[in-house]
């Protein structure tokens, strides 16, 4: 094809208006241009705050993990549900997420930008107006929420987008449905292993089906309780996760050895909140996830009886054991306790117990199996049989080792009788920004541009115009 | 060429009888890039079988290069479906048209927020209908009721006007899906508008689904109604309305709960009924077979229809034609051949056409015989015409031939025959009286003239019977003939003697001839007489005529040859008189 000639709007039905796509998550903020296949910026939802010659400052974005300032300590604007609890920080944080990277480059008029300004004196003033320029002034935004958020979010959000960002046109987009749109599906059942809840959202004609949507708390935070808890209980000793940052050196033990290390002290005064500590952590227990540990594939429950009457925990315990390396350098294979830390999302009774731990020990009815039960439960049943087939799993906590399998047999014991059909992307990009994904398609759609709540509309309507148009 | 032609055409020449032969096109292949003119020269015209030119970035082709570059710009839009008027950008072809002058687009390129207003201004005349306006569609809807429609036709004890109205809002909002109505459900009665005397708060009553369609598809109905009556409504319209009124919550409910109950089967059951239906498929699968192939066994049974007569083929060089006929209608098909390479029947199937022309014959000869039989039976009836080299015909010892009744004929005679017909000719003579004598001789022997069971051996029998009573009656005749000759010898001898005695006494001889003639007479009378004896004793009437007319025949010519017939019939009778 020439690339000088358009593609036919027809075509593929796109007209890109250069909107915004703004996914906001528990763990990580996706912002992008829509029409685009992978958002420019993800940061982590996480702020910094500190003291800093007596000012309160904060820290957004990645670069709060390169240096651990003093005393800093780390939040989160979301609560554990999901549901925004400090918009002011909300707000923030969501506009670093696409104004450091998207649109603070724009292009200035060369005549205002004060580099050809001769008279300096006049330099401050300009640079006050410039300022106040809302981030959002002529860029659409698309954003997304979860199914269960209520109305007050809701009309929260549409403040702080026409209001303070200054947004010409607006649209609330539930993260369900798009995932379902970035899967090329209208009706679907989405599930979302997010970091903070997994939720399972019927979708029917792009739209969500309220009564439908349940969510749980065992996400991915959840899968790293356990493996803290597995930690605590480990054979040889147990395992302390140091973080990279408060290590200096560290030298090669051997399996099982206990760690040889320098460790970076921090004077009291200048040392890091423990939620700085626990952040880091957590991407070491990210990267944990990623590489050891793994779902059951099924079919039964782990502690179930296998297919040849060899029970799971067996055949598990005889597969190969992976190895990981923590950063002070203690290493260990780790057997089939790397099955164990996610069972308890479909098997209650798998859970490790901690009895230390802030999460609390999962109920019966958290459980994956049992959420999606209760979800389809709560739709039509003539539309059950659709949804069964049309599974749509995003998040990137399903991108646990075998997680997808799993679930297929879970599906299939608990509905025998309809065609159970899970549609996963392998790609690992497109499962961790599903509902980015999809709003970057719903958003550059010619024919979705009638939906955009605009300025004007919001101004007539106020703030519930949201509750009519985002249904 | 047309240059050609013109100048032809001005000198007066004749025009090109042919086209000119094609200019010898040079084959040159061409060099490949990264190769120098005298390395390819070396190569000679085979080109190594890999490519020495390596990748390098092409750039923009040429014929781009020279067009001036297409401008895109990002320009306004409002979309018709819109009504608050929102416009967007987007980036556009610049038109060529110059209908937008370039130093002003260049402006705006630069100075993106101070000109925009202007922007907008500038392309409000260029802009268009936007192209997914179109795809703005709404359900259809039935209009919404009034006040008045809703008071006479419409009022329902279950449902208040509130109520009803926020129905028919969601219903527009959802677009008629159902799913989603039932799912956003959530009326709450307006407290203020409920009238203070009734105190108690109706229990908020759960609509289900079902609820809602019947209502809907009620009002639908009625609204239809009024717009136009049932009498006067088109027949899609009519239908619609039945179907509309006809809708029933409960089955509807019934339907949903067999549903549910159908997804949520165990898993044994849903395995049973996938068992269940394997079975089914396996039983169709076997009957669908089980057809073909009795279809195909009916194909092969069924004779193929005799067109026309079957008169031709029942001589030996009609069935020879027609079996040459076969072959070479085989032949021309060129497909299986009835005979092999060898001459021998290839197969049965292939066989049977001619098989099947001799069969009648051989079915009435062995009806009883058993297949095999009966085949080798064919196969020899047809000597001359198919080889009996089919490796199913099993040689017969004579016992099992005799025991099956197989005959080798020497000559077979066309057309069906009866053996008790052949027997039955046996007894048939050349002349009546012979016949009445053979049936008579029969009749002496108690055996009947048409044979009760006409067994291959009864028959032979019959006709050595026969025969050996045709033996007896000439030899009887030959005896009679002989008798008789006797006694008119003895009788002339005695006359001789008579007139020997009485020359001797009177006159010896007067004529040679006269006694000759004398002779006769009294031959004649002395048959007569020997008749007469017969008669009398066997006691028939018409003796006397008889035994006139032979003697009026013997007086007539006189002649052997008619005194033995007469004699042979007179014997026939006396030879009844004698078995008797």
């Given amino acids: 094809m020439n690339p000088s ?103 200035e008029n060369p005549f205002h930008n004060g580099l050809n300004d001769i008279s300096s004196e006049e330099l401050p003033a300009e640079m006050e107006v410039e300022t106040d320029e809302k981030p959002l002034a002529d860029t659409p935004l698309l954003m997304s929420e979860p199914g269960w958020n ?198 209650v009774k798998a859970a490790i117990p901690d009895p ?25 049943v003539d539309i059950r049989p659709h949804l069964l087939s049309n599974v749509v799993v995003t998040g990137a906590s399903s991108l646990v080792y075998g997680f997808t399998e799993r679930l297929n047999q879970e599906l299939m014991t608990l509905f025998p009788g309809p065609r159970v059909r899970v549609s996963a992307p392998g790609n690992t990009s497109e499962r961790r920004f599903g509902s980015w994904i999809g709003g970057s398609i719903l958003a550059s759609l010619g024919t979705f541009h009638q939906m955009w709540i605009s300025k004007k509309e919001y101004e007539e309507h106020g703030a519930n115009i949201v509750e009519k148009r985002c249904k | 060429m047309a240059a050609a032609a013109d100048v032809r055409d001005m000198l007066d020449l004749p025009a090109e009888s042919q086209p000119r032969p094609h200019k010898k096109q040079k084959v040159v292949e061409k060099r490949p890039e990264g190769i120098t003119r005298e390395l390819y020269a070396l190569l000679g015209e085979r080109a190594p079988p890999i490519a020495i030119n390596e990748n390098k970035y092409k750039g923009r082709p040429k014929l781009l290069n020279k067009l001036r570059v297409r401008q895109w710009r990002m320009s306004p839009f409002t979309n018709g479906a819109r009504s608050d008027g929102l416009v967007l950008n987007h980036w556009q072809r610049k038109h060529e048209g110059a209908r937008q002058p370039a130093p002003e687009g260049t402006q705006m390129d630069v100075d993106v927020d101070g000109t925009k207003e202007e922007g907008k201004e500038d392309t409000k005349p260029l802009e268009q209908e936007y192209t997914f306006a179109k795809y703005n569609v709404k359900a259809q809807l039935p209009r919404r009721y009034t006040d008045d429609e809703y008071s006479r036709h419409l009022r329902n004890n279950e449902w208040t006007r509130e109520e009803t109205d926020y129905l028919m809002d969601l219903v527009a909002d959802y ?17 203020d508008s409920e009238p203070e005397g009734n105190a108690i708060v109706p229990a908020k009553t759960v609509r289900t689904m079902e609820h809602m369609k019947a209502r809907y598809y009620f009002i639908a109905a009625t609204m239809l109604a009024i717009e136009h009556p049932p009498s006067e409504m088109s027949e899609a319209e009519f239908e619609w309305h039945e179907k509309m009124l006809k809708f029933d ?28 239906l394997e079975e089914l498929k396996r039983i169709t699968s076997n009957e669908q077979s089980f057809i073909s192939e009795r279809r195909e066994l009916y194909s092969r049974l069924e004779v193929p229809v005799s067109v026309g007569n079957t008169a031709m083929y029942q001589s030996s060089q009609g069935l020879s034609q027609l079996l040459q006929t076969l072959l070479q209608a085989d ?28 069969g009648p014959v051989s079915r009435g000869d062995t009806p009883s015989a058993n297949a095999a039989a009966s085949a080798a039976n064919n196969n020899n009836k047809k000597g001359p015409a198919v080889p009996p080299t089919q490796p199913v015909v099993r040689q017969l010892t004579a016992a099992e031939e005799s025991r099956y009744g197989i005959q080798h004929h020497e000559r077979v005679t066309a057309g069906v025959q009866f053996r008790s017909d052949r027997a039955q000719k046996l007894t048939q003579a050349k002349s009546n009286v012979q016949t009445q004598k053979l049936a008579g001789a029969l009749a002496e022997l108690e055996i009947p003239v ?120 007179v014997s026939d009778k006396s030879n009844k008189r004698q078995r008797r």
């Fill in chain 1, 5 to 107: 000639n358009p593609p036919q709007a027809a075509e593929y039905g796109g007209d890109e208006v250069s909107a915004i796509v703004l996914d906001p998550g528990y763990s990580t903020t996706r912002a992008g241009f829509a029409g685009e296949d992978a958002p420019k910026s993800v940061i982590p939802t996480y702020y910094g705050k500190y003291n800093y010659e007596g000012q309160e400052r904060l820290v957004f974005g990645d670069n709060m993990f390169v240096q651990p300032r003093a005393g800093i300590s780390v939040h989160n604007p979301i609560g554990k549900d999901g549901i925004v609890e400090d918009w002011d920080m909300a707000e923030k944080v969501w506009e670093y997420s696409f104004a450091s990277r998207l649109t603070a480059t724009k292009p």
């Fill in chain 1, 150 to 347: 209520p109305a007050k979010a809701r009309e929260k959000t549409i403040e702080i987008a026409m209001e303070k960002w200054g947004t010409p046109a607006f649209y609330l987009a539930r993260n369900g449905v798009l995932a379902a749109f970035a899967s090329g599906k209208a009706s679907a059942l989405v599930i979302d292993i997010g970091a903070s809840n997994i939720s399972v959202t019927p979708v029917h004609d792009g739209m969500i089906l309220k009564r439908g949507v349940q969510h749980s708390p065992l996400g991915g935070d959840y899968i790293s309780s356990q493996i803290r808890a597995l930690f605590k209980k480990n054979s040889p000793q147990p395992i302390t996760i140091t973080p990279h940052y408060l290590i200096s050196s560290k030298t090669a033990v051997e399996a099982g050895q206990p760690p040889q290390a320098n460790y970076r002290t921090f004077p009291a005064d200048r040392a890091p909140d423990a939620s700085y500590r626990a952040l880091q952590e957590e991407r070491t227990l990210a990267e944990f996830k990623e590489c050891v540990v793994q779902t059951w594939p099924g079919p039964n429950k782990l502690s179930g009886p296998g297919p040849t009457g060899i029970s799971n925990e067996e055949l598990a315990r005889s597969s190969p054991g992976r190895p990981f390396e923590f950063p002070d350098g203690y290493n260990q294979v780790f057997g089939v306790d790397r099955f164990r830390v996610v069972e308890s999302l479909f098997d």
């Fill in chain 1, 356 to 380: 230390d731990s802030p999460v609390p020990a999962p109920t019966q009815a958290q459980t994956l199996p049992e959420v999606i039960k209760a979800s389809l439960a709560g739709v039509d």
């Fill in chain 2, 175 to 191: 677009d008629l899906r159902w799913v989603l109505i039932a799912d956003r459900y959530e009326y709450q009665p307006r407290m």
């Fill in chain 2, 249 to 276: 919550p409960n089955r509807e409910r019934d339907r949903k709960e067999l549903a549910a109950l159908q997804l949520n089967r165990t898993a044994d059951e849903v395995r049973e009924e996938a068992m269940l």
């Fill in chain 2, 331 to 358: 032949k021309s098909k060129k497909r299986r051949s009835i005979l092999g390479p060898d001459g021998a029947v290839a197969s049965p199937a292939a066989g049977q056409t001619p098989t099947q022309a001799g």
């Fill in chain 2, 450 to 569: 048409r044979l009760f069971m006409p067994t291959e051996r009864v028959c032979k029998d019959f006709e050595k019977l026969i025969q050996s009573v045709n033996v007896l009656l000439e030899a009887r005749k030959v005896s009679e003939k002989v008798e008789s000759e006797i006694r008119v010898l003895e009788a002339s001898k005695a006359e001789r003697e008579r007139k020997a005695r009485e020359a001797a006494g009177e006159t010896t001889a007067a004529d040679p001839e006269n006694p000759e003639v004398k002779t006769e007479a009294e031959d004649g009378t002395g048959v007569l007489g020997s008749t007469a004896e017969a008669a009398g004793s066997g006691g028939e009437k018409g003796e006397g005529g008889d035994g006139k007319n032979a003697a009026e025949a013997a007086k007539d010519d006189g002649k052997h040859k008619r005194s033995a017939s007469v004699l042979s019939a």
